[in-house]
C-alpha cells in the first residue's frame, strides 16, 4: 500500500495581480499562439532532421524571448512621440526529448519536473532580488509596461532588445 508521505505537494507561488480581464484574456490568446508557433517549428524542425539524427534520442531546440519594455518620449529634436524601450528580456529554451522507453519517458519527465522547479524559484529569487532597473509607472490607464513574446528570436543579449545592430 502506497504512503502519501513519499508524495510532495509541489510549491505554490501566487502573485497578487489586479487587471482587467480583457487583458488577461489577450494574453491567454498571445501565449497560446506563440505556445502553437513554437510546436509548430519544433516539428518542423524534427520532420526535416530526418530519421538519422532522431536515433540516438534527440529532439529539436527552440527558443521563446519574452521582452518588456517602457514608452519614453523621444528626445532626438527632429522626432517626436514615443519610443519603446527594452528594459528587460527573458529567454527560454526548449528541448523536445524523444524517449523510445516507457522508463526513459519516466526519467525525462521527473527531469523536466525537477528542471521547471528550479528555474521557477530562480526566477522568482530574481526577480524579488532585482527590481532597480524597472521604470517608474507612468500611466494610469491599461499595462503600464508592453510586452513582447517572440518564438525562436534569433539575436540574443542585450542588443536585441535595445536593437542595436
Not at 3 to 12: A, F, G, L, R, W
Not at 52 to 74: I, L, P, T
Request: net charge neutral; hydrophobic share 35%; aromatic share 8%.
Amino acid at each position: 500500500m502506497p504512503t502519501t508521505m513519499d508524495q510532495k505537494d509541489p510549491p505554490e507561488f501566487i502573485l497578487d495581480v489586479f487587471t482587467d480581464p480583457r487583458s488577461v484574456r489577450d494574453l491567454e490568446t498571445m501565449i497560446d499562439q506563440r505556445a502553437s508557433a513554437l510546436e509548430r517549428q519544433l516539428d518542423a524542425e524534427r520532420s526535416s532532421a530526418g530519421g538519422s539524427n532522431n536515433a540516438g534520442g534527440g529532439g529539436a531546440r527552440g527558443q521563446v524571448a519574452v521582452q518588456f519594455f517602457e514608452k519614453r518620449r523621444r528626445k532626438a529634436w527632429l522626432s517626436r512621440g514615443d519610443e519603446e524601450v527594452c528594459w528587460e528580456c527573458w529567454t527560454i529554451k526548449v528541448t523536445v526529448a524523444e524517449p523510445r522507453t516507457e522508463s526513459e519517458r519516466a526519467k525525462v519527465r521527473r527531469a523536466m519536473e525537477q528542471t521547471l522547479l528550479t528555474t521557477a524559484m530562480k526566477i522568482v529569487t530574481f526577480a524579488n532580488s532585482h527590481k532597480d532597473h524597472i521604470p517608474p509607472i507612468t500611466t494610469q490607464g491599461g499595462n503600464p509596461f508592453p510586452f513582447k513574446i517572440n518564438v525562436d528570436q534569433k539575436e540574443t543579449g542585450w542588443a536585441s532588445c535595445m536593437r542595436i545592430y
